[in-house]
């Protein structure tokens, strides 16, 4: 089975400053993981991915995320926190091994507020 | 450039009432999911479809089923709506089960 724990329900940190939302996972197999972005009242979008090639991923919007087994962590970072990067931030594993409900298991999400 | 295309936006319903909500993609993705999104809970998988002709249930199916009507469209159905029903509801497709997700812009549901 399956799961991730988002270490932060809320995250402050003021503009210009750097952000870290932190994510532990469990997963029996070699998992695939993700971190999506959800802006209020929104879709879920994309933001990088790490599916067994490089442990440092990049993402959009200048964010990335750094994959260590030993860990088992997937924490998200970006150097320097913009206004726009308010939302909620989820992060998703998923090690489906074609015998049950598993798919994308999502953390509880993590809220980033960005102070002026 | 649809991608995912969920509808409708918002509803109310009664309780005891049924819905059907659409989903369709255009992406040729062979695995679609249900999702339903409450706050603090992060999004919870309902069903799923692997591939189209089967589905699996997910972490919360009670009170749900659901219809893989071809590879593009995934419906989801509440026979007998309850007020525990109320969320957001989102569509989401993959080329695979284990790849990246996209979403469609979710369904919020209000049941009184």
């Known amino acids: 089975a399956q799961s991730v724990t988002q270490l932060d329900s809320h995250v402050s940190v003021s503009e210009g400053t750097p952000v870290l939302l932190r994510c532990n996972y469990s997963s029996s197999y070699s998992p695939s993981l993700f971190w999506y972005v959800q802006h209020p009242n929104k879709g879920l979008q994309l933001l990088l991915k790490?599916?067994?090639?490089?442990?440092l991923v990049k993402g959009i919007n200048g964010f990335e995320a750094e994959f260590k087994k030993s860990e088992t962590s997937f924490h998200l970072t970006k150097p320097s926190a913009h206004m726009s990067d308010a939302a909620e931030y989820f992060c998703v594993v998923s090690d489906y091994s074609g015998g049950g409900a598993d798919g994308l298991t999502f953390g509880k999400g993590t809220h980033l507020i960005i102070q002026p | 450039n649809a991608g995912v295309t969920q509808t409708p936006k918002f509803q109310v319903l009664k309780t005891g009432q049924s819905m059907t909500l659409q989903c369709a993609q255009d992406?040729?993705?062979?695995?679609m999911y249900w999702y339903r999104q409450d706050p603090g809970m992060g999004l919870r998988l309902i069903y799923y479809s692997a591939s189209e002709g089967t589905t699996d249930k997910g972490e919360v199916p009670n009170g749900y089923n659901v219809s893989r009507l071809n590879k593009r469209e995934f419906s989801l159905r509440l026979e007998s709506a309850a007020p525990s029903q109320t969320s957001v509801y989102f569509c989401?497709?993959?080329?695979?089960?284990?790849?990246?997700?996209?979403f469609g812009q979710g369904t919020r549901l209000t049941v009184v």
């Open positions: 989401a497709s993959s080329e695979e089960v284990n790849t990246e997700a996209f």
């Open positions: 992406m040729n993705h062979n695995s």
């Open positions: 790490y599916t067994s090639a490089a442990t």
